[in-house]
């Protein structure tokens, strides 16, 4: 007589859904194909092809990271569809501070009961994200591990992977006297939401009330997604003239600029160069935020800067403006360490 025994499905994983999971990912896996890949889902590894992708001499440059508490906003609003973008740009504008071209990414989406539509959703949003920016979604896992994650939960980590000619890193050059261009941001992006989430919880609001500072509700405007710098920043190295490039996320202008200084040079920011989004302002009036704790902790509204020849400068502004950047001259590279401030922001 045979036992009817526990399968994994009654240990709460359904092999059958991540199978699905799969098929249903792959159109839009394939919207993200390049030149360089060989291999897509479904194999044990994804096969990419440096030489078939343009390179002759390449290093590889490699990123990973996630979007922090901001995913709780986006499970307990249900609205999942651009956290994708946040976790692909979060990668990928890191890769070309190092003057590298994202060519390949990989996600890893863990949850305890797959949601066929909500991780379709998710995924949705970071093959979007490696599409605005260039890159092939060639593979991933996808973990169920029920007794993990409360129900609903997930959560999500990205790997990207990119190249540059040797002797093409970033930064490279940077030199007293050279201008900083900052990009503008798209809000919050995905930093500081841990503090986000305590000065919403101060203000009484919730998520579906009317945002204060915006025609969407707080938790739609609070999602907004990160801005991906990729193709605008490599047109503008490749025009020359680019020294360097900060990714402005956790640790604000005060801290990211600084890794992309030499020693023995700092730089000096005019705080009244660029306008601060109402978020931010919102944010810090609600929270009683310092002004140095704003800018240590959110972009404030700059989210990439680059280093910058003087002499190049006001066509590298030209450049990125015509890219759809809104570009600031925010200030200069000084000697000293660090950075200083003039003006105010708030």
Known sequence: MTKNGLTYADAGVDIDAGNTLVERIKPAAKRTARPGVMSGLGGFGALFDLRAAGYQDPILVAATDGVGTKLRIAIDTGNVDTIGIDLVAMCVNDLVCQGAEPLLFLDYFATGKLDLDS?????????????????????????????????????????????????????????????????????????????????????????????????????????????????????????????????????GLTENLPRVLPEGLGATIDLGAWTLPPVFRWLAETGGLAEAEMLKTFNAGIGMVLVVDAARADALADLLTGAGETVCRLGHVTKGQGVSYTGALL
């Open 119 to 251: 991780a379709t959703r998710i995924i949705e949003g970071i093959a979007k994200g490696c599409e605005l920016s260039g890159c092939a979604l060639i593979g991933g896992e996808t973990a169920e591990m029920p007794g993990m994650y409360e129900a609903g939960d997930f959560d999500l980590a990205g790997f990207a992977v990119g190249a540059m000619e040797r002797g093409a890193d970033l930064p490279a050059g940077v030199t007293e006297g050279d201008v900083l261009l900052g990009l503008a941001s798209d809000g919050v992006h995905s930093n500081g939401y841990s503090l986000v989430r305590r000065v919403v919880a101060l203000s009484g609001l919730g998520w579906d009330a009317k945002a204060p500072f915006a025609e969407t509700s707080l938790g739609e405007a609070l999602l907004a997604p990160t801005r991906l710098y990729v193709k605008q920043a490599l047109a503008a190295v490749r025009a020359g003239g680019v020294h360097g490039l900060a990714h402005i996320t956790g640790g």
